[in-house]
Structure formats: structure tokens, C-alpha cells
T-cell receptor, first 114, second 114 residues
Framework: SQTIHQWPATLVQPVGSPLSLECTVEGTSNPNLYWYRQAAGRGLQLLFY??????ISSEVPQNLSASRPQDRQFILSSKKLLLSDSGFYLC?????????????FGPGTRLTVL | AQKVTQAQTEISVVEKEDVTLDCVYE???????LFWYKQPPSGELVFLIR??????QNEISGRYSWNFQKSTSSFNFTITASQVVDSAVYFCALSEAGRQKVTFGTGTKLQVIP
């Protein structure tokens, strides 16, 4: 069966510091991968998605970036965090079939920027 | 453009009551997919159901049932005999055929009181 991991689970970072969140998927090949952010009490905002190694689509221009160095690894980064980057970050994977994915989510990373 | 509206922000019910969560969507496509996800307090989104636009049959899974009506662009979710473990935020989502992006509603927070 497939599993998705995210780490760290929680993170407290000062404004201006760098960020690296990691997501890995097991038990599947060539998945579509997604990064979402959920601000407190709000819905999900798609940040990035990837249909293959090195292929990244950005949905929202901001100070975040994403990379996919391996087939089942997806990394969310920032060079300098802002207060507004605080939130709950969720990684998801989909089977990469033709048409929209059913997305399966990881446990999330709760980021607080102080 | 696609849009999902969950007008109910929060609902409280007493255990064993039935509860219906509303979802109204907008899309120009004739082929699309609808989803429901559950987000318990732990934060991880749990996939519940996926429905395509050509299948209007209602679905029942245990205490859960879904009513899809294209005429009113609605995909409502009913929990029968609610339990405390049903307390969570529930998200309705929409994706158009051929697109990777899934648009989520803002969620409905359900509290089941013992």
C-alpha cells in the first residue's frame, strides 16, 4: 500500500530564515505530487504541483519554491520566511492517471513564523 | 472558472442525530469530478469519495451517503446517526477533466456533542 510522509511535523522559525519541508511517497511510481497551504480556519490553497522529476507548476507567485529531485520526493523551500508564511502545509500524491487525480494527503507540517 | 461553495461554516449536532453538509459547485465543463474529504483534529485530510459528472447515482457507505444532483449543481453529504468521532472539518472539492488542479471549498466544521 502507498504511504506518504512529511517532516518535520512542527516547525517554529524566525522571520527571514530559510525553510525546507520534505515529502516522500512510498509504494507507488510516477505519482503526481502537490503542496498545499492551509491558513488557520481557512481552506486549502494549492501552491505547487509536479507531474514528474524536475517538473514544477506554480499556482501562486510568492517567496516559496518547490523541487522534485527524485520521483517520490517533493521539497518546499524558502530563502527568507515571512510572517504570512505561517500555516499548515500539506503534501499530497495522486496516481497520475489521465484526468484529475484523487489526492491522498500526508500528515502535514505546522509552521509558525515569529 | 470552477468554484465550490460550502455555505455552512460550523454545525453542531447531538450524537445520534443525522446531519447534512451542503456543497454547491460551479463549472463550465460537462465532465468533472467531485470529492469529499474529512479533516479530523489531527490535521490529515482523509479521502472519502470521488464522483464523476456522468454518474448521478447516490452513494451509501455505512453511515455516510452522498446526494449528487446536477440540476442544482449540488453534492451533499449526509451522516446518519452521527458519532463523536465524526467531529471534523469536511471539505468538498471539484476538478475539471484534463486538469490536475482541484478546487476545495472552505470547509464545514462539524461538532458532534455527546
Amino acid at each position: 500500500s502507498q504511504t506518504i510522509h512529511q517532516w518535520p511535523a512542527t516547525l517554529v522559525q524566525p522571520v527571514g530564515s530559510p525553510l525546507s519541508l520534505e515529502c516522500t511517497v512510498e509504494g507507488t511510481s510516477n505519482p503526481n505530487l502537490y503542496w498545499y497551504r492551509q491558513a488557520a480556519g481557512r481552506g486549502l490553497q494549492l501552491l505547487f504541483y509536479s507531474v514528474g522529476i524536475g517538473q514544477i507548476s506554480s499556482e501562486v507567485p510568492q517567496n516559496l519554491s518547490a523541487s522534485r529531485p527524485q520521483d517520490r520526493q517533493f521539497i518546499l523551500s524558502s530563502k527568507k520566511l515571512l510572517l504570512s508564511d505561517s500555516g499548515f502545509y500539506l503534501c499530497a500524491w495522486g496516481p497520475g492517471l489521465v484526468g484529475p487525480d484523487t489526492q491522498y494527503f500526508g500528515p502535514g507540517t505546522r509552521l509558525t513564523v515569529l | 472558472a470552477q468554484k465550490v461553495t460550502q455555505a455552512q461554516t460550523e454545525i453542531s449536532v447531538v450524537e445520534k442525530e443525522d446531519v447534512t453538509l451542503d456543497c454547491v459547485y460551479e463549472t463550465r465543463d460537462t465532465t468533472y469530478y467531485l470529492f469529499w474529504y474529512k479533516q479530523p483534529p489531527s490535521g490529515e485530510l482523509v479521502f472519502l469519495i470521488r464522483r464523476n459528472s456522468f454518474d448521478e447515482q447516490n452513494e451509501i457507505s455505512g453511515r455516510y451517503s452522498w446526494n449528487f444532483q446536477k440540476s442544482t449543481s449540488s453534492f451533499n453529504f449526509t451522516i446518519t446517526a452521527s458519532q463523536v468521532v465524526d467531529s471534523a472539518v469536511y471539505f468538498c472539492a471539484l476538478s475539471e477533466a484534463g486538469r490536475q488542479k482541484v478546487t476545495f471549498g472552505t470547509g464545514t466544521k462539524l461538532q458532534v456533542i455527546p
